[in-house]
């Protein structure tokens, strides 16, 4: 159930930055005509119809849905949702803006950061990474921080991840 009404949804959806202006108008039109010239009542309508036209995704929706129209970029990445959580990241499918270039980007909470060992060891990783090149390994393709929030930009690879695969078809025999 959203947290908001659709006023308040195309307000958060304007102030995230996720869809520059004219697409938003034009978004805004075609929810108009779908529901003959008035805005849907319901948030989640919009949301919806915003999903299928590709202007935001499920997280995004989400998100927004429920009040909270900042966290959508990271430097000049736009995230696109929640990947996964490891041991010492979350891990975000994101775009590179002018680009177009999916991308995940590994996070290192801000809790950790001010623990040195954390950040150390967090750099150390991005390095390592970096340094092997083969098409079987994924690459990183740069470090950073906005503030407190440093993170490693990586190539996304779309598929399962190792834990869903145990976790559907067992422990692998070798």
Not at 116 to 123: G, K, M, P
Request: hydrophobic share 40%; net charge neutral; charged share 30%.
């Amino acid at each position: 159930m959203a947290k908001v009404d659709s006023a308040r949804f195309l307000e958060l959806v304007k102030r995230s930055k996720l869809v520059e202006q004219d697409r938003l108008d034009a978004a805004v039109a075609v929810c108009r005509e779908r529901n003959e010239a008035e805005l849907p009542a319901k948030a989640e309508t919009i949301a919806d119809q915003f999903i299928e036209s590709g202007l935001i995704t499920r997280w995004h929706a989400d998100k927004l849905l429920d009040g909270k129209y900042k966290g959508f970029f990271l430097g000049k990445y736009k995230l696109l949702g929640h990947i996964g959580t490891g041991g010492m990241s979350s891990v975000y499918l994101s775009e590179h803006p002018i680009m177009r270039r999916p991308v995940a980007i590994k996070v290192l909470p801000k809790t950790r950061v001010s623990k040195s060992s954390y950040l150390e060891r967090f750099e150390l990783e991005a390095r390592a990474v970096a340094a092997l090149d083969h098409p079987n390994i994924v690459r990183a393709y740069d470090i950073d921080n906005e503030g407190d929030t440093h993170y490693i930009v990586m190539e996304y690879v779309e598929g399962r991840d190792f834990q869903r695969i145990v976790e559907h078809e067992g422990p692998l025999s070798f």
